[in-house]
Nanobody, 121 residues
């Protein structure tokens, strides 16, 4: 049974930092692309970052990026370090897994339950 379990969300002040973690079990972790997505109320689920099994990174807006994705293939963990948080970062954050190098949510096969991040101004 595949499980993805996020943790590390919570309340932060604008300008602060949070580190999200996602523990993965039930699949050959190192062969999967891992993605972090977020969904704000009334909006779609957008990619925040992705990392391949060989540690290639993707960010949708590299020029303004404040987040860093990383993974530990020995411990089956993927992280999202979020710095200089802004109120518009408030959303439910999900980790997800796929065998492809893709950025569309529909292409990801496995999902965690999500963790809430709330940034106050």
């Amino acid at each position: 049974q595949v499980q993805l379990v996020e943790s590390g969300g919570g309340l932060a002040q604008a300008g602060g930092s949070l580190r999200l973690s996602c523990a993965v079990s039930g699949l050959t972790f190192s062969t999967y692309t891992m993605g972090w997505f977020r969904q704000a109320p009334g909006k779609g689920r957008d990619i925040v970052a992705a990392i391949s099994g060989s540690d290639f990174h993707y960010y949708p807006n590299i020029e303004e990026n404040r987040f860093t994705i990383s993974r530990d293939n020995f411990r089956n963990l993927v992280y999202l370090q979020m710095n200089n948080l802004k109120p518009e970062d408030t959303a439910v954050y999900y980790c997800a897994a796929t065998h492809k190098w893709v950025m569309e949510a529909a292409e990801y096969n496995y999902w965690g339950q999500g963790t809430q991040v709330t940034v106050s101004s």
